[in-house]
């Protein structure tokens, strides 16, 4: 095997050219292992997202089923002075907790909100210059009580599950959140602004009055203080109150002020899916187990958002791979193809002395062999910096293209975010133009680029083929040259 | 010991040929020269008998075996030497590595002896301090004298020489000749010189002049 040693000797001697060879071959590597760490990234990053942006379904009243309803019964009722009423049946406590046991649920929160006024306290009050405190947003549902508080309660299982929480819109300041050993009890959460002009804090209690019934006052205690990124009525709606008088309670202490029809009922239950990509099977599955009445609804719009944005940053890295090793190995064919010439007279003097010719092309393999070694060192030390730089680039790219298009098409209609409180109606109607797209809450994630050892061996084949490739394309005129025509001229 | 048979080549048209019909022999522990004008086919019958090219016809027979039958690059490897005018050394490599690696390529009976090439270079008049000195940094002569050794690491019985002295002053010419000389008398090989020197051809045993598509023997 005295080719090795010709090749040693040759890359030794030839320090410069080696240093060159060596350079050419690191930028080479360095787009391609960016391209190969990009795209595991990306793959991770679409992983992560099952589990991070995951998917939400939610079980509320059938909209559709009760308009039908009222339409049916419109018709076939004789009298004309009586305006028919959508009425909605309030999500079962039992149904949801069924739904709960599918395997797909992480976890769920109850949502029952309702109003109720101030006694012991002053609201935040807004002014605006488009009328009072009238009930009903634009998206909320009219309410079975004509009466409407100026405190809003929103009801729920948990703080900490609600998109408002989850989303970073809120932030507890004080004290904790609800939780779900809250339910049955009066604890609640309030604004910081609310607070603040009420010189409330964690520990105190306050007074509200239901705005229906006997209008009976209620105890509640504070818990914790909130504080809201927005707390301007504007962004509300111009129908609403202003969001610092907005209340977070147990979903049982909602239910209570509502009323005792609505023990064991919610506006609406939202379930957080473990895996985005089954959130349709898991729909399906959910609806076999409850009625008509009700309807389940998916938003896995978060989860696509990501999968669809890491899909593109993984296509590009594909394309960043592919195009760097073609033009790589073209690069490094020219580049072999010019050290071939130059070195010609060599070759001949190896032919005259009778040495094979793949012995001749195995010397050049193996000194490329050796360039290639050492740039993929340098590759996997420069390969993270330009594949972070990259990443994110391309990252932040992504997102605004992903966020533009789906702010685009989110824009009419969506999922039944609250547009305002109505008295005692249910939160998430079907949406109206005061929701809020799904895009908001996207975030898509960081790609974590790092130097992993299945990255490398991923390099080193694909340093391995480049070189391979090109020396292969080099050599064909190793086999065409005759030792005469070199060495006698 | 190499013997041509009916030997004839041309380039581009048979009826134009540089020589036809060559009927030589050539014997161990002699050397020869063979003398012409530029042009007339000298070195293209040195690359015929070096195995570099394949006659267009007649045949080169070496040891009553016929250069087909032993294939050119086998022919190359181990029974022919070639001295260039143009010494045609590895560049990047010192004396004594050009001479390992001509040895290892050749399969020579000493290959890997790293003191015989030493010994052998010494001979030569390459000494100790030049043997490790990359070879672009040595003269002209000693560039040569490399080339000889070359051939005598080798285990090959016939060595060519195509204008050996063609780069070298007097000295040095006389000197190179001297080798030659050497190869043939000591080592009994059969030593072929392509010159057109006539003063380095009359320093050989035989001398052949190329004229008229014809070997003529001159002594």
């Known amino acids: ?489 | 010991m190499l013997r041509t048979e009916g030997l004839g080549y041309w380039y581009q048209d048979k009826e134009q040929p540089l020589f036809q019909d060559i009927n030589l022999e050539f014997e161990e522990g002699q050397s020869y020269a063979i003398l012409g004008h530029s042009g007339t086919g000298k070195t293209t019958f040195l690359s015929l008998i070096a195995g570099l090219d394949k006659p267009r016809e007649g045949d080169i027979f070496l040891n009553d075996r016929s250069l087909k039958q032993i294939g050119l690059t086998n022919y190359r490897r181990h029974d022919v030497a070639i001295v260039f005018q143009a010494y045609n050394l590895f560049n990047y490599m010192s004396p004594l590595n050009n001479l390992l690696t001509a040895m290892a390529i050749t399969d020579a009976s000493h290959a890997g002896d790293r003191g015989y090439a030493q010994r052998v270079l010494n001979d030569l008049g390459i000494g100790d301090d030049l043997i490790t000195r990359n070879v672009q940094r040595l003269s002209g002569g000693q560039q040569q004298r490399v080339a000889i050794a070359r051939t005598m690491c080798c285990d090959a019985k016939l060595v060519v020489a195509d204008e050996p002295t063609g780069n070298l002053d007097e000295d040095n010419t006389k000197e190179v000749i001297d080798q030659f000389q050497r190869i043939a008398h000591e080592q009994q090989k059969c030593v072929i010189i392509v010159t057109h020197e006539p003063d380095v051809a009359a320093r050989c045993d035989h001398q052949y002049r190329l004229e008229n598509k014809q070997f003529v023997r001159l002594a």
């Open chain 1, 1 to 489: 095997m005295n080719f090795f040693k010709r090749a040693w000797l040759n890359v030794w001697a030839k320090k410069g050219r080696s240093v060159l060879l060596i350079l050419v071959s690191s930028a080479i590597l360095m787009f391609v292992l960016a391209g190969l760490l990009i795209r595991s990234a990306a793959v991770k990053a679409t992983e992560t997202a099952k589990t991070d942006a995951g998917a939400t379904m939610t079980l509320s009243a059938n909209r559709q089923a009760a308009f039908k309803k009222m339409q049916s019964s419109s018709s076939s009722s004789s009298s004309k002075s009586s305006r028919p009423k959508l009425t909605l049946t309030p999500v079962k406590l039992s149904d949801a907790k069924s739904i709960a046991k599918l395997s797909n649920i992480k976890n769920y929160n109850v949502t029952s909100s309702t109003t109720a006024n101030a006694k012991s306290y002053d609201t935040v009050s807004t002014s605006t210059g488009m009328g009072g405190n009238s009930s009903g947003g634009p998206g909320g549902m009219k309410s079975t009580s004509s009466s409407s508080g100026d405190t809003q309660i929103d009801g729920v299982t948990s703080t900490a599950l609600t998109t408002d929480f989850t989303d970073s819109q809120s932030k507890i300041t004080k004290g904790r959140g609800i939780k779900a050993s809250d339910k049955g009890t009066n604890n609640v959460v309030i604004e910081k602004e609310l607070a603040s002009q009420n010189n409330l804090t964690v520990g105190d209690t306050m007074t509200i009055k239901e705005t229906t019934g006997s209008k009976s006052t209620l105890k509640v205690k504070v818990v914790g203080i909130y504080k809201a990124s927005s707390t301007s009525s504007a962004s509300a709606g111009p129908m609403s109150t202003d969001p610092a008088n907005t209340i977070y309670a147990s979903y049982t202490l909602a239910n209570t002020i509502k009323g005792s029809k609505y023990a064991g009922t919610a506006d609406s239950v939202t379930f957080n899916v473990t895996n985005p990509a089954k959130a349709s099977a898991t729909k399906k599955a959910g609806n076999k187990l409850i009625s008509s009445k009700y309807s389940l609804s998916t938003d896995d719009s978060s989860y696509q958002s990501i999968k669809a944005s890491m899909n593109n940053v993984e296509g590009f890295a594909n394309k960043i791979v592919w195009l760097v090793a073609i033009a790589g190995t073209i690069i490094l064919a020219l580049i072999v193809i010019l050290m071939i010439r130059e070195r010609r007279f060599e070759i001949g003097v190896l032919l005259s002395l009778g040495e094979a010719r793949w012995k001749i092309v195995a010397q050049f393999f193996t000194e490329m062999l050796m360039v290639i070694v050492i740039a993929l060192a340098i590759a996997g030390v420069g390969g993270k910096f330009v594949g972070n730089q990259l990443g994110s680039q391309l990252v932040s790219q992504s997102t605004t293209t992903q966020t533009t298009s789906s702010g685009t098409s989110s824009q009419p209609g969506g999922g039944g975010q609250p547009g305002g409180s109505g008295g005692s109606g249910m939160r998430g109607g079907a949406g109206g133009p005061g929701s809020t797209t799904s895009s908001a809450k996207t975030k898509n994630p960081d790609l974590e680029i790092a130097v992993s050892a299945v990255d490398l061996a991923e390099l080193g084949g694909f340093g391995l083929a480049i070189t391979f490739l090109s020396i292969m394309i080099a050599s064909g005129g190793i086999l065409r040259l005759e030792p005469k025509k070199i060495l006698i001229s």
